[in-house]
């Protein structure tokens, strides 16, 4: 036994460092679940489950590895004079060292603040490589509630739908089910129907009342550009709420700059805009 759970332990572990892995590098959840986002085959949720399932294997084994190995343990916590203390030499650094790094992360210091930054990183790519989904889990709604969300008309998308040969496709059915049905993604699937969008407002009047998806990784140019909006009125407007404001940044840095959060940084763009 004692050599199963040493081995189990060992096995585990390596499983644990590539799902890990895995989990760090892999778009935000709304991204994968857009674009169908596998690895080895698996999904973002199947990675998940596996972190989570051979992560309590791991936890066994380990505890059984201790069990099988207390003697040993019980001499690292021996001082030089065989007498046990629990505050080692040996002990007492690695407290440090774990409670320096929890620290560090919280207050978000470098170098440990560059891990998280990194793996910010990653997600960003990932969205800006398959894109954003028109709102969160559009692909769990039916063709005809996207549709109607995001002003496509329903009959046109259809249309498109057969012309492109997508087998199947009626107006009950989910994203994620005509996708799977014809080995699609659903955001290529929201590709083929997004002509058929009927034309909307533009301006105040179209700016939303909540943010969208990836809001927060796009510049202030960018989002005026895309309601057309006069950038220079809007950065005008937040100076004048006593923020500082530079347009090429995106509104997640615009917040951290301004020490706000990014939802507070979209409440003060949209009363701009709608002159509140």
């Known amino acids: 036994m004692r050599k199963i759970a040493s081995m189990t332990m060992l096995v ?8 890990s892995i895995v989990l760090y590098v892999v778009p935000e959840g709304r991204v994968a679940y857009w674009a169908d986002w596998r690895f080895l ?17 791991f936890i066994i084994a380990s505890l059984l590895h201790l069990y099988y190995n207390w003697t040993a343990v019980k001499n690292y916590m021996k001082n030089n004079i065989k007498e046990i203390r629990v505050f080692t030499l040996p002990f007492n650094t690695a407290l440090l ?39 969160g889990h559009a692909e769990l709604s039916s063709l005809k509630m996207l549709c109607q969300k995001e ?54 009047s179209a700016f939303p009342d909540a943010p969208m998806p990836g809001f927060g990784r796009k510049s202030l140019d960018q989002v005026c550009k895309e ?18 404001i530079d347009a090429a940044q995106t509104i997640h840095d615009l917040a951290r700059d301004n020490d706000r959060e990014s939802m507070q940084m979209f409440e003060a763009i949209r009363s701009v805009v709608v002159g509140e």
Request: charged fraction near 20%.
């Open 12 to 19: 585990s572990l390596s499983l644990l460092l590539l799902n």
């Open 41 to 57: 085959g698996l999904t973002k949720t199947e990675w998940g489950d596996q972190h989570v399932t051979i992560g309590f294997l």
């Open 97 to 135: 060292v774990t409670t320096l790094v929890a620290v560090m992360t919280y207050f978000q210091i470098p170098p440990v603040s560059l891990v998280l930054d990194l793996s910010e990183y990653f997600k960003e790519t990932g969205a800006e490589k398959h894109g954003e989904p028109p709102y």
């Open 151 to 204: 002003g496509i008309d329903l009959d046109k998308a259809l249309e498109l739908l057969a012309q492109e040969e997508v087998k199947g496709a009626e107006g009950s059915q989910t994203v994620l089910a005509i996708a799977q049905a014809n080995r699609l993604t659903p955001q290529q699937v929201y590709a083929i129907i997004l002509p058929a969008k009927v034309t909307k407002e533009t301006g105040a």
């Open 227 to 244: 309601f057309q909006l006069d950038c220079t009125s809007v950065v005008a407007g937040l100076q004048a709420r006593g923020l500082t």
